[in-house]
């Protein structure tokens, strides 16, 4: 079983940077997929990035360039540098964890967090 735990959520100026925190426990987070989503005010829930066990990374193309994911496996903790944030930003991001190598679909990812809030002013 995996449960994570998300962190560092926040207000935030346009233009400005945040880093989300997920903390995870279970003995097989090492061999999981990791991934951030995000849900907008009634908006679904989206893709944001994702994080192979080995490193391998993708991004949505609405984040390309100004959010970085990384994965430390000692700490079990996978975070979410963003910067360059804009107001369209603004959403709820959740952690989420996949037993898939590689995956960009919510579908396939079986253990999430609670959620961490992120708005950005204008």
């Known amino acids: 079983q995996v449960q994570l735990v998300e962190s560092g959520g926040g207000l935030v100026q346009a233009g400005g940077s945040l880093r989300l925190s997920c903390a995870a426990s279970g003995r097989t987070f090492s061999s999981y997929a990791m991934g951030w989503f995000r849900q907008a005010p009634g908006k679904e829930r989206e893709f944001v990035a994702t994080?192979?066990?080995?490193?391998?990374?993708g991004y949505a193309d609405s984040v390309k360039g100004r959010f970085t994911i990384s994965r430390d496996s000692a700490k079990n903790t996978v975070y979410l540098q963003m910067n360059s944030l804009k107001p369209e930003d603004t959403a709820v991001y959740y952690c989420?964890?996949?037993?898939?190598?590689?995956?960009?679909?919510?579908?396939?990812?079986?253990?999430w967090g609670q959620g961490t809030q992120v708005t950005v002013s204008s």
């Open positions: 989420a964890a996949s037993s898939n190598y590689y995956s960009i679909s919510q579908n396939e990812y079986h253990y």
């Open positions: 994080i192979t066990w080995r490193r391998t990374t």
